[in-house]
């Protein structure tokens, strides 16, 4: 019996793979999120400290930008007072960086969420992340 051995570029188009779905189902989660809620999952996003791998590769701007109605023209300002390009990933942006972007992520719905609502969606967040 001997193990067959799977080649390396084969593992790695595996992983990439993956990584796109993993991707691809958090832009549709966003888009089912909606245009007041999306932007806060994005911020839990940012700043939690177990953020997955594949998470760490995309950029800032995709990943606030899939946001519904969070296009270029409202994502640049909320980069830009963060001092964060477009380029930026994830995995390479500063603690600093990434809770700059995440509140002014939450800037941008705060007038429109009530207190309750918000807390609510915070809750399902947390209990997402332990289940």
């Not at 595996?14 to 796109?20: F, G, Q, S, T, V």
């Not at 999120?33 to 911020?43: E, N, Q, S, T, Y």
């Amino acid at each position: 019996m001997t193990a067959e051995v799977v080649p390396q570029h084969m593992e790695a188009l595996k992983l990439a793979n993956e990584y796109r779905i993993a991707r691809a189902t958090l832009r549709r989660t966003l888009k089912g999120d909606g245009p007041l809620l999306a932007p806060l999952r994005v911020a839990h996003v940012l700043c939690g400290a177990d953020r997955p791998d594949w998470i760490e590769g995309m950029t800032i701007f995709d990943l606030a930008a899939a946001c519904p109605r969070f296009g270029r023209q409202r994502v640049l300002p909320i980069l830009a007072l963060a001092g964060v390009s477009e380029i930026t990933l994830v995995g390479s942006a500063t603690v600093r960086q990434r809770q700059a972007v995440a509140a002014g992520l939450d800037w941008t719905v705060r007038d429109r969420l009530s207190r309750k609502q918000r807390m609510a969606f915070e809750r399902q967040l947390r209990a997402e992340r332990v289940g």
